[in-house]
């Protein structure tokens, strides 16, 4: 999914596209904490939450002065760590840490193998957000079918 911003500027990068107000490297921050490290440090291996930015939507934001190699670097470390949870366990077992508002939300993620089904749709659907953005950014398509 990364290769998709392959050849972006950093300030196309750094734009927001569309009306919610978020770019590319955001999404990506998204993706680091809120899906690989979330679902896989805290929920799945039961490490503590001490790495969320404060304030609203703090998992999509990043510091201009942070460069964009490093925000794509922590997501591949943050991909690396999640293969070596997963590989560690079976898809039966339980969270370590299931979160108490999942109930009332609806959600029921009662092994790994739920988690990683809702982790690759979270995935995928921000791939192809990437996809669109990235063809009203320079016009590349991705994926062309």
């Not at 972006?8 to 734009?15: C, H, I, K």
């Not at 978020?22 to 490490?47: K, N, P, Q």
């Not at 029921?108 to 979270?122: A, G, I, N, Q, W």
Request: hydrophobic share 45%; aromatic share 8%.
């Amino acid at each position: 999914m990364i290769s998709q911003l392959d050849g972006l500027t950093d300030e196309q990068l750094r734009r927001p596209v569309l009306a919610s107000g978020w770019s590319c490297l955001g999404l990506v921050r998204h993706l680091t904490l809120s899906d690989e490290r979330y679902w896989f440090e805290v929920v799945v291996a039961g490490e503590p939450l001490d790495f969320w930015p404060e304030g609203d939507n703090g998992d999509w934001r990043v510091d201009p002065a942070e460069p964009a190699e490093a925000v794509l670097a922590a997501y591949r470390t943050a991909i690396g760590r999640s293969d070596e949870i997963i590989t560690a366990r079976r898809l039966d077992d339980a969270p370590a840490q299931p979160e108490e508002w999942w109930e009332s939300a609806g959600l029921h993620f009662p092994d790994l193998r739920t988690v990683l089904v809702h982790v690759l749709v979270e995935t995928a659907t921000h791939a192809g957000h990437l996809d669109a953005v990235r063809e009203l950014i320079d016009g590349r398509q991705y994926i062309v079918l």
